[in-house]
């Protein structure tokens, strides 16, 4: 039999319903705040990573699924959705476009870590951007729209942490006092840090291997090497979270495993779901349109993974039930109720029936399976007769009802929906 690949899930109902709980919530929050949905590709040319996440992050060096496509240009399935979304901004040049300013997409990413519980190769994210704004308001109106998402979905004793990764003017200071301390701890660092901390140090702070983790507890800290604007732009952004009663913590070490963020930027870690408790993530990048070929125009952004977040969630009960099941017992029976079926199905109705002309009692089986709340069984004697039976299948209270071929909608068949909690004879 063959399996599906390793690190990748299929999603099944009943556990459907949480995913479409979790992004419907999401999708009418962000849209409260004037976000609009984009759908962008899945696969992007592998140069598009490579530009915006960084040549030496663990994403790029050990973790996107790539390959040379016929035409021998190198792709990628994308490992994040900021880069596609720039992309996208720049490729149709939306830099005076209203809905533009703010934008989200939800879907499905790829990255090829190792796979363990809430880690996997094929994951999925909520990403929300605000672009063209740089003060520090958008920085609040982003975290805020990201806490209201956890709010709403009743997401207990998550952590909102903060820092600010200064700008280009700044951090090349911080970056060398970094590589300073940290050529004195070569000995202690791993192979990968130890390769890193010339060519991208902060990338150190990034590494979950112990040693490196210890050492970057006296590592300077980037907070205190911020310029005068980042400090003043960092300070307001607390302002504003604070005047909307948001809670925080600052974590001077969190600088995430991205290279295009600049400024703010934050990380949502729930506790209780294992060793990958970061649910959420995002922060300013404001460079990043420009590297890739726009015009200046600073941004921010959250991704928040469903997959961690669903397992913060209760089950959902399955509620959906049809509200009809025709029992068809004959042809005469089955050409009159495929035509009820469409004509209430428009209406809204969700109606059910028996496809293969199986006995009443088999049929009545079905019907019950499926939670149906009422069953009209047109059986070729009562039909005959110009009648059928409707049954209740939680009263179990059968009455037996006119019916005309030709009648459009049966009137008794539209009083069900009105009369759903009362009907009972
Ligand atoms: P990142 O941009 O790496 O911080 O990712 C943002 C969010 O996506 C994280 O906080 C996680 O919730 C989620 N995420 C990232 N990688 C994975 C993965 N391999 N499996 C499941 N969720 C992930």
């Not at 035409?71 to 533009?100: C, M």
């Not at 790829?110 to 809430?118: A, D, L, S, Y």
């Not at 997401?155 to 200071?173: D, F, T, V």
């Not at 004697?381 to 939680?394: F, P, Q, S």
């Amino acid at each position: 039999m063959i399996q599906r690949v390793r690190g990748f899930r299929d999603i099944l109902p009943p556990d459907i319903n949480r995913w479409q709980y979790v992004e419907n919530t999401a999708r009418n929050i962000l849209e409260n705040y004037g976000f609009r949905e984009v759908r962008l590709p899945i696969l992007e040319r592998t140069e598009l990573f490579l530009r915006s996440i960084g040549e030496t992050t663990d994403i790029v060096e050990k973790e996107m699924y790539s390959f040379i496509d016929k035409d021998k240009s190198p792709v990628t399935l994308r490992p994040e959705a900021t880069a596609g979304v720039v992309r996208a901004f720049i490729q149709h040049g939306l830099y005076n476009q209203i809905w533009a300013k703010k934008l989200y997409t939800i879907g499905p990413m790829f990255r090829r870590e190792r796979p363990q519980r809430g880690r996997y190769r094929q994951f999925w994210q909520i990403n929300a951007e605000i672009i063209g704004y740089g003060g520090p308001l958008a920085d609040a109106e982003i975290i805020s729209a990201l806490d209201m998402i956890l709010k709403a979905l009743k997401i207990k004793g998550y952590e909102i942490q903060l820092n600010s990764l200064g700008c280009k003017g700044c951090r090349p200071y911080f970056k060398e006092a970094l590589m300073d301390y940290l050529s004195n701890k070569v000995e202690g660092l791993c192979p990968d840090c130890r390769r890193r901390q010339k060519l991208n140090p902060l990338r150190v702070f990034d590494c979950k291997v112990e040693g490196c983790r210890k050492i970057i507890l006296d590592a300077p800290r980037i907070i205190d090497y911020l310029c005068p604007d980042c400090q003043r732009h960092f300070i307001e952004v607390q302002d504003y979270l604070r005047q909307m009663g948001i809670e925080f913590k600052m974590n001077p070490y969190l600088v995430r495993g991205l290279d295009y963020y600049t400024r703010t930027t934050f990380e949502v870690i729930a506790p209780g779901i294992g060793a990958q408790n970061a649910i959420a993530g995002g922060g300013r990048y404001d460079e990043l349109i420009k590297e890739l070929g726009g015009r200046p125009t600073p941004a921010i952004g959250f991704a928040i993974g469903i997959d961690r977040l669903l397992s913060l969630l209760p089950d959902i009960e399955e509620n959906r039930r049809p509200l009809l099941f025709l029992a068809l017992l004959d042809d005469e029976g089955v050409k009159i109720g495929l035509n009820w079926a469409r004509k209430l199905r428009q209406k809204g109705i969700w109606v059910e029936m028996g496809y293969n002309r199986s006995s009443l009692k088999s049929q009545m089986n079905k019907a019950n399976k499926l939670n149906a709340r009422f069953v009209l069984i047109i059986g070729e004697e009562e039909r005959k007769k110009g009648r059928a039976i409707l049954r209740n299948m939680d009263t179990k209270v059968q009455v037996d009802v006119p019916i005309s071929p030709d009648e459009g909608i049966p009137s008794f068949l539209s009083q069900i929906k009105n009369k759903e909690e009362t009907w009972s004879s």
